[in-house]
């Protein structure tokens, strides 16, 4: 497959992406905005820490086999034969997982300071058994870029949180509305992701298989690990040494960032991705698209990043409602890191993945977590609003990581990367200026809105007088307006 052809596969499955995302992110926020109006901070404290732990348990439930699936050469005959292998040991291991923490469910909750979780975990963490139902099915979608089939299926599961979460927390039901609604959703997926994938697991299994694929998975579980320990470790270090209400406040401030930036991201990486895989024995093409999709990517990350930044008192009474003013600074400096982060951070990652070697991730986890974490057990011990910058401030250190190793290991030019998305930054610069200076103006909510109009048109008006991203605004205005084709 040719670089024109990956491309145009990409930009038209990245519109598909992003139209699931878009819907997604319709619903998320508003759903969000409602149970934080129902629950609070403590109740979201307890969905924070029952998260932490299921999202590590899940890595181990993959092992890395869904990225194997997409990434591997793997002929259209043996396909079947090592999905099969991924999901019956998905299954084992997801059923093992959920047996362990439930005898240590005492245990985990005697660390974690609350009791609670001792009759919570053993139901919250049957998403793990159930999630690992599907798994496999997304896997082969993107593999063969049918991202049309996930926008399908991601739009079916946005009924979930309507019809199931926002009922049960008006019921008076607290955190257990969430957990519910996420047993709920997980089943549907499955039930949908199965019915609509031309692939169907029967009873085959060979070790012979398996070992092959785990050579590779290994390494993506060790990736996965990493970069848990890395989102993760602040949230411990809070429930561990702050109340459930600051992590409540921290968590889901950053659950909301996270969530406007996947809108973007979710729907680009896996695109990128799939992309990458096809591309990653001719360096020069891969290259290209690389720094195509990064910029693609950045046109809409960065500005959304110094955007959320500059009105983040609006964003915080929007996403949140009253009672969550600590969430301010959290929020603003959240975004403009992790706009930061996804552009000259996160997307190397994908890289290393398509290149076949996920162990470059895993060092450069390893030396953030060197760095990170003895700096997030000095600032926690001073406070959690210095705290709070300390986490975001350290992100740039992972950025050099980053840059660092794409360099030396695949001698990729940083002046490059940077330059390619100098458009963007000096456009959502100019953005940002003009928000800070219209906020002295006034900071009435009206007022507020009209300014962040102007800052689109100030934004867009920039790009536009560069010759890179006017022909990717083209670009992309072109693949909207194409009709899908199958």
């Known amino acids: 497959m040719d670089e024109k052809n990956v491309v145009a596969k990409m930009l038209n499955s990245t519109k598909w992406s992003t139209l699931g995302e878009v819907a997604a992110k319709l619903v998320n926020p508003i759903t969000n905005m409602v149970l934080a109006r129902i629950l609070v901070p403590s109740d979201f404290g307890v969905v924070a820490t029952i998260t932490m732990i ?9 092992a890395g086999f869904q990225k194997y699936l997409v990434q591997a050469d793997i002929s259209k005959k043996n396909l079947p034969e090592y999905a099969n292998v991924a999901f019956w040991t998905n299954l084992l291991v997801s059923v ?14 005697s660390l974690l300071g609350d009791e609670r979780l001792t009759r919570v975990l053993p139901v919250a963490t049957i998403s793990i058994i159930v999630s690992s139902l599907s798994m496999i ?14 926008f399908v299926i991601r739009l079916i599961g946005l009924i979930v949180p309507l019809l199931v979460t926002i009922p049960l927390a008006i019921l008076g039901v607290k955190f257990w509305a969430i957990i519910i609604g996420n047993i709920v959703l997980a089943v549907v997926n499955a039930l949908v992701l199965t019915y609509l994938s031309e692939w169907k697991p029967s009873f085959f299994y060979s070790f012979t298989i398996l070992k092959h694929m785990f050579s590779f998975s290994i390494w993506t579980l060790f990736e996965g690990i990493s970069i848990w320990l890395t989102s993760w470790i602040d949230s411990f270090l809070i429930s561990t040494r702050m109340s459930q209400r600051e ?5 889901t401030s950053t659950t909301n960032v996270n969530g406007i930036m996947n809108l973007i991201t979710a729907s680009v990486t896996p695109v990128l991705f799939s992309g990458l895989s096809r591309l990653k024995n001719n360096d020069k093409r891969y290259f290209n698209v690389f720094l195509k999709m990064q910029r693609l990517m950045g046109m809409f990350v960065i500005p959304l990043g110094i955007g959320v930044f500059t009105f983040r008192k609006l964003a915080t009474r929007i996403l949140l409602g009253a009672g969550w003013e600590e969430a301010t600074l959290v929020i603003g400096s959240w975004a403009l890191s992790s706009a930061l982060m996804i552009v000259f951070g996160n997307l190397f990652s994908e890289v290393y993945r398509s290149k076949g070697r996920p162990k470059l991730s895993v060092f450069a986890q390893i030396l953030h977590l060197i760095f990170l974490v003895p700096l997030i057990i000095w600032s926690a011990t001073i406070g959690f609003k210095f705290l709070v910058i300390v986490r975001s401030l350290a992100r740039l250190q992972f950025i050099l990581v980053h840059l660092l190793t794409i360099r030396i290991v695949f001698k990729y030019s940083i002046k490059k990367i940077i330059s390619n998305m100098k458009p963007v930054l000096i456009s959502a610069v100019f953005m940002g200026i003009f928000g800070y200076l219209t906020l002295k103006v006034s900071q009435s909510i009206i007022m507020q809105l009209v300014w962040i109009i102007g800052c689109i048109f100030v934004y867009f008006g920039m790009l536009s007088l560069f010759k890179d991203t006017r022909s990717d605004i083209k670009a992309l205005y072109n693949t909207i307006r194409k009709k899908e084709n199958g």
């Open 96 to 109: 093992v997982i959920w047996t362990v923490l439930f005898f240590l469910r005492v245990p985990l909750s």
């Open 54 to 62: 299921t999202s590590f348990a899940e890595m181990f439930k993959d």
């Open 137 to 150: 099915q997304i896997g082969l979608f993107r593999r063969n870029f049918r991202f049309k089939k996930l």
């Open 247 to 251: 992590l409540g406040v921290y968590k």
